[in-house]
């Protein structure tokens, strides 16, 4: 059974900083991409960043912004988030899509408010 936890959403003014983790438990391969997604009011989920095995990807949106971190032994995923504006408001879902078998594990979700 795979579980992913979030931790590290808040209320945090604008220009500010947030960390956001995932521990994952059940299954955690560095083949696996884990990432992150984030869904504003209204709006549809959309992914936020992502990585697998050395590569990186970013949402044209946060990138030079946010920074994805991954470490295998402990399989947790992190997301370094930088000069925050208010559009990056919304809940932050940590994500890990099985390389075998394509299924997407989702975590409970994390509040991100960003105040102007």
């Known amino acids: 059974q795979v579980q992913l936890v979030e931790s590290g959403g808040g209320l945090v003014q604008a220009g500010g900083s947030l960390t956001l983790s995932c521990a994952a438990s059940?299954?955690?391969?560095?083949?696996?991409?884990m990432g992150w997604y984030r869904q504003a009011p209204g709006k549809q989920r959309e992914l936020v960043a992502s990585?697998?095995?050395?590569?990186?990807n970013y949402a044209d949106s946060v990138k030079d912004r946010f920074t994805i971190s991954r470490d295998n032994a402990k399989n947790t995923v992190a997301l370094q988030m930088n000069s925050l504006k208010p559009e990056d408001t919304g809940v932050y879902y940590c994500?890990?899509?099985?390389?075998?078998?394509?299924?997407?594990?989702w975590g409970q979700g994390t509040q991100v408010t960003v105040s102007s």
């Open positions: 990585t697998r095995g050395i590569s990186t």
């Open positions: 994500n890990l899509n099985c390389a075998f078998s394509g299924r997407n594990y």
């Open positions: 059940g299954i955690s391969r560095s083949i696996d991409a």
